[in-house]
């Protein structure tokens, strides 16, 4: 079992910065990818951004590209999301999630929620303008 918590979500307006965390905690030895989704009221939760952990090949959603950056630390098994540029359009709660041990797929289903079997509580993002 995988326990994930994100933190460092807030409120800004629209230009500022924002990072992410997503501590996570149990079996992750054997976990291939990992992922930040969102989800604003009334729309489908839409995968941001996720990362191969084992490279650290990174794949992201059109609209945040050249804006967010996932990382990850291993030592720390923690994931990151940094918001640069933030926009209004970005105002969502938050959330990580990771893979079941073992699986892997490839882009671009690694921005599907679908592919995943953990996720966190979320942390809201508010960006005003």
């Known amino acids: 079992q995988v326990h994930l918590v994100e933190s460092g979500g807030g409120s800004v307006q629209a230009g500022g910065s924002l990072r992410l965390s997503c501590a996570a905690s149990g079996y992750m030895h054997n976990t291939h990818y990992m992922g930040w989704f969102r989800q604003a009221p009334g729309k489908e939760r839409e995968g941001v951004a996720a990362?191969?952990?084992?490279?650290?090949?990174?794949y992201y959603c059109d609209s945040v590209k050249g804006r967010f950056t996932i990382s990850q630390d291993n030592a720390k098994n923690t994931l990151y999301l940094q918001m640069n540029s933030l926009k209004p359009e970005d105002t969502a709660m938050y959330s990580c999630?990771?893979?079941?041990?073992?699986?892997?797929?490839?882009?671009?289903?690694?921005?599907?929620?679908?592919?995943?079997?953990?996720w966190g509580q979320g942390t809201q993002v508010t960006v005003s303008s």
């Open positions: 999630a990771a893979a079941r041990e073992g699986l892997w797929v490839a882009p671009p289903a690694l921005l599907s929620p679908g592919e995943y079997n953990y």
């Open positions: 990362i191969y952990t084992g490279g650290g090949v990174t």
